[in-house]
C-alpha cells in the first residue's frame, strides 16, 4: 500500500515550459516532505524538501506547494531545460528516519 | 569523499543462488538503509541500520539479511534468490536519526534473477 501517491507516472514538456508534479498523503503524522532527482544510471539525490508549517518552498527554478487541509504537496519546475529530464520521487515521514516514498514521475524536457 | 559506494554495479544470478551487494559510506554515518526500486512502485526500504551493531526491518525484508558489523559497511544478503528478487537495489545513509535528515544514495546494483 503505497503511503504517498504520486501523478503523473510521466509527462513531457517543452523546453522553457512548467513542470507539475503533485503527491497526496493520507497519514497526518507526516512532517516532513522531501523531492529527490534521480538521473538515469544514478542514486536519488535530494532536491528540495519542505515543512508544514509552511506553504511554499522556492530553490530557484523549483518551487514547492504544500496544502495541509488537502494532504497534497507538488513540485514546480518554472523555465524547464533539458537538463531536468529525470524521475522525480516525493517522499513524507514522521520524527522516525523511515521515508515512504512515492511511484515516481519520470519527466522529459524536449529542446 | 567517494560518499555511498556499492558493488557489484550488475550481477546475474541463477534461481536458488546466494549473493551478497556490498555497500560502503565514507561519511561517518550512523544510519544506512537498504531500498529497492522497481519500475512504477517508488522505492521501498528492506532494512535499515542505526549503528554498528543493530539492525531492523522495513517494509520489504522477506528473502534478505543484513549485517552491521563497522559503521561503514553495511551489506545485504540474499538465499535462495528468486524471480522476485529482480530489481535494482540502493544503499543509502543519513547523519543521524529522524526522517529529516537527508539520505545520501549509492548508485545501485541492477539485479537479475533467471
Known amino acids: 500500500q503505497q503511503q504517498v501517491k504520486q501523478s503523473p507516472q510521466s509527462l513531457i514538456v517543452q523546453k522553457g515550459g512548467i513542470s507539475i508534479i503533485n503527491c497526496a498523503y493520507e497519514?497526518?503524522?507526516?512532517?516532513?516532505f522531501p523531492w529527490y532527482q534521480q538521473f538515469p544510471g544514478k542514486g536519488p539525490a535530494l532536491l528540495i524538501a519542505?515543512?508544514?508549517?509552511?506553504s511554499e518552498k522556492k530553490e530557484g527554478r523549483f518551487t514547492i506547494s504544500f496544502n495541509k487541509s488537502a494532504k497534497q504537496f507538488s513540485l514546480h519546475i518554472m523555465d524547464s531545460q533539458p537538463g531536468d529530464s529525470a524521475t522525480y520521487f516525493c517522499?513524507?515521514?514522521?520524527?522516525?528516519?523511515?521515508?515512504?516514498f512515492g511511484a515516481g514521475t519520470t519527466v522529459t524536457v524536449r529542446a | 569523499n567517494a560518499g555511498v559506494t556499492q558493488t557489484p554495479k550488475f550481477r546475474i544470478l541463477k534461481i536458488g543462488q546466494s549473493m551478497t551487494l556490498q555497500c560502503a559510506q565514507d561519511?561517518?554515518?550512523?544510519?544506512m538503509y537498504w531500498y529497492r526500486q522497481d519500475p512504477g512502485m517508488g522505492l521501498k526500504l528492506i532494512y535499515y541500520s542505526v549503528g554498528a551493531g543493530i539492525t531492523d526491518k522495513g517494509e520489504v525484508p522477506n528473502g534478505y539479511n543484513v549485517s552491521r558489523s563497522t559503521t561503514e559497511d553495511f551489506p545485504l544478503r540474499l538465499e535462495l534468490a528468486a524471480p522476485s528478487q529482480t530489481s535494482v537495489y540502493f544503499c543509502?545513509?543519513?547523519?543521524?536519526?529522524?526522517?529529516?535528515?537527508?539520505?545520501?544514495f549509492g548508485p545501485g546494483t541492477r539485479l537479475l534473477v533467471l
Open positions: 543509502a545513509s543519513s547523519n543521524s536519526g529522524g526522517g529529516q535528515e537527508t539520505q545520501y
Open positions: 561519511m561517518n554515518h550512523n544510519y
Open positions: 519542505i515543512r508544514p508549517d509552511v
Open positions: 517522499a513524507a515521514s514522521m520524527t522516525d528516519y523511515k521515508l515512504s
Open positions: 497519514n497526518t503524522a507526516f512532517d516532513y
